[in-house]
């Protein structure tokens, strides 16, 4: 027998649906700023693994205004340069240090972790988050908006429906709000497998403070040093090669010898993947008062580190400018900036990833050449490396730079609708 739908649905000012870092993010924001919420996810916990695990200046002053940005710092470990190798010879070397912030340097923490500090700090302004709801629907009712969904419970199944004046959709790359307000999602996938790993390293191929891109004829491989003493390897394999579901330390171990990378697996993976990148953005980031942040209006490749970053921007701003309108502060149409300013984000964004994914996986031993001159040529000009730095920090498009309206935070704790 199916069980009935709710005759009264919850009523909230803004209902957020996924957990990850972008939604929690929005979440803060709205409960500094006193302003009701839900905030849905379909799984029945956190993630464990560590996923994103590059953490970028500008987020880190998100962060901030967020209060947990020393937390963060205390937790990860401090990248102080990106050095692009081909074949051992070094071709460029991209400082952080000289970043106009508070926050000269990149972080390396597992997603995880990143993860429950958000969390953590939800907590203390009274907030949390309602596990194992699946959103099924979403539908505009004239007043705003009304999701529907199944939610889990000792009993079984029940269904639920939560009515909120304005909906973030932040459910990641397959979202469900996405699809219920008809939003394409227009992109391509890269032709190349992805192999990422998490293991142990006999001896360290770069300085600790370093994250390195080898380049090879084979591929290209991205190592850094994580806060536990493991090092994340991404590599990317081309299409045709078997590659396992996850990569044991044998498989891990001979890519690294092929592509001429001076070191040894010690223990197998504390995690491995093996996955295909997609490079997409949403044609609209808001419909009405349903909108779009982080992997739902975005996905692109996972050079320089940027996905969970720009989602974490997406939220802030966003949040920000539903506060000030809730609030009384603005109309309505402050919130068209959301669009204006995000999606040309996440525009430059992909292409800024995909020009460096395609460049590092140069097979062609000409254009290879070719690309070694230049980089030697160009690459050490001040006014390259800032233009560099500017764009892989996120600085240049971040939303404290972009005059997001303001608000002075609640000094009660938030209650959640």
Known sequence: MTASVPQQPEHTDVLIVGSGPTGLTAAIRLAQLDIPFVLLDSAPAPSETSKASLVHAATLELLAELGVSDQLVAAGRRIHRIRMVDRGSPLLSVPLT????????????????????????????????????????????????????????????APFQVHARYVIGADGAHSTIRSGIGQDFPGTTYPSQFVLADVELTAPPAPDDEVTINMSGEGVTVIGRLPSGNYRIIATVDAVSEVPATPDAAYVQALLRRRHIDTRVATEPAWSSRFRVQHRVAERFRSGGVFLAGDAAHVHSPAAGQGMNTGIADAFDLSSRLAVVLAGRAAENALDDYENLRRPAALQVLRFTDRLTRISMVHNPAARWIRRIIARTF???????????????????SPLRQHVPEMTYSTNPMRTG
């Open 98 to 157: 000289g970043l106009p912030t508070a926050y000269p340097f990149g972080l390396t923490v597992p997603q995880s972790t990143t993860e429950g500090i958000l969390l953590q700090r939800l907590g203390e302004l009274a907030g949390s988050v309602r596990r194992e709801h699946r959103v099924e629907t979403v539908s505009a009712d004239g007043t705003g908006y009304l999701v529907s969904g199944v939610a889990s419970s000792s009993s079984g199944p």
């Open 379 to 397: 690459g050490h000009r001040q006014s390259v490396q800032r233009r560099i730095t500017m764009s892989i920090s996120g600085l240049e498009r």
